[in-house]
Nanobody
Framework: QLQLVESGGGLVQPGGSLRLSCTASGFTSDYLTIGWFRQAPGKEREGVSCISRSGGISNYADSVKGRFTISRDNAKNTVYLQMTSLKPEDTAVYYC??????????????????WGQGTQVTVSS
């Protein structure tokens, strides 16, 4: 059974940085397509960034372009989300999600089968 574990969340001041990690275990395919999502209180879950299984394709929501960078280390079964210039509106629970068997990635919640439990990111002074 595939399991995803997020880590790296926390409290940071506006303008600060955090790096989130998503580590996968319990799967047999070579690589997984990974998406990062976030959900703020009272709002729908939204796609933030995603990366294809090879790492050759990555996408970002307009709200984070130029500030967030997604990357992967397949040897460690881990995908990272480097977040810089953080803003209070980035405050949310961040989730990673995985899909097996696709060469592409997506910001749609319905694209992904497997989900982590989430990690809280709070941007506040």
């Amino acid at each position: 059974q595939l399991q995803l574990v997020e880590s790296g969340g926390g409290l940071v001041q506006p303008g600060g940085s955090l790096r989130l990690s998503c580590t996968a275990s319990g799967f047999t395919s070579d690589y997984l397509t990974i998406g990062w999502f976030r959900q703020a209180p009272g709002k729908e879950r939204e796609g933030v960034s995603c990366i294809s299984r090879s790492g050759g394709i990555s996408n970002y929501a307009d709200s984070v372009k130029g500030r967030f960078t997604i990357s992967r280390d397949n040897a460690k079964n881990t995908v990272y989300l480097q977040m810089t210039s953080l803003k209070p509106e980035d405050t949310a629970v961040y989730y990673c999600a995985a899909e097996d068997g696709s060469r592409y990635c997506s910001h749609y919640v319905s694209f992904y089968t497997y989900w982590g439990q989430g990690t809280q990111v709070t941007v506040s002074s």
